[in-house]
């Protein structure tokens, strides 16, 4: 037997024959010579698969959903908007009044040290 990595013709042959039993079929099966299916027709003579009638349906229920949710995402949208502003008005009178308690404090300090120095 040769070494290589194709074998001869004869050397085929010889295994094909050893492949043969007494009932006469091959190890495998023979090929094929023409396809198992061909297109009888081109894709635009063939109807379309599915239904377009309802796929036409989905579609307006589908954006009749999809202008419903975007009513609601605009919604939505103003709510939070308006409520930002209450934050922000929130945090500006927040602010005021820690301003006013910070000076508040400064001034009662101010007030005590004024009264050690008084009496020292």
């Known amino acids: 037997m040769r070494t290589g990595a194709y074998r001869s013709r004869q050397e085929r042959v010889a295994s094909q024959a050893a492949a043969l039993d007494n009932s006469g079929f091959t190890a495998m099966a023979p090929r094929r010579a023409a396809k198992a299916r061909s297109k009888s027709a081109p894709a635009a003579a063939r109807p379309a698969r599915g239904k377009a009638a309802s796929d036409k349906q989905a579609a307006a229920a ?38 006013q308690v910070r000076d508040r404090i400064s001034w009662a300090l101010d007030s005590l040290h004024n009264i050690l120095d008084g009496k020292g």
């Open 62 to 99: 589908a954006n009749g959903s999809l202008r419903e949710r975007l009513a609601a995402v605009e919604g939505e949208r103003d709510a939070l908007k308006e409520e930002l502003e209450r934050f922000k008005a929130r945090q500006r009178r927040l602010e005021e009044t820690q301003a």
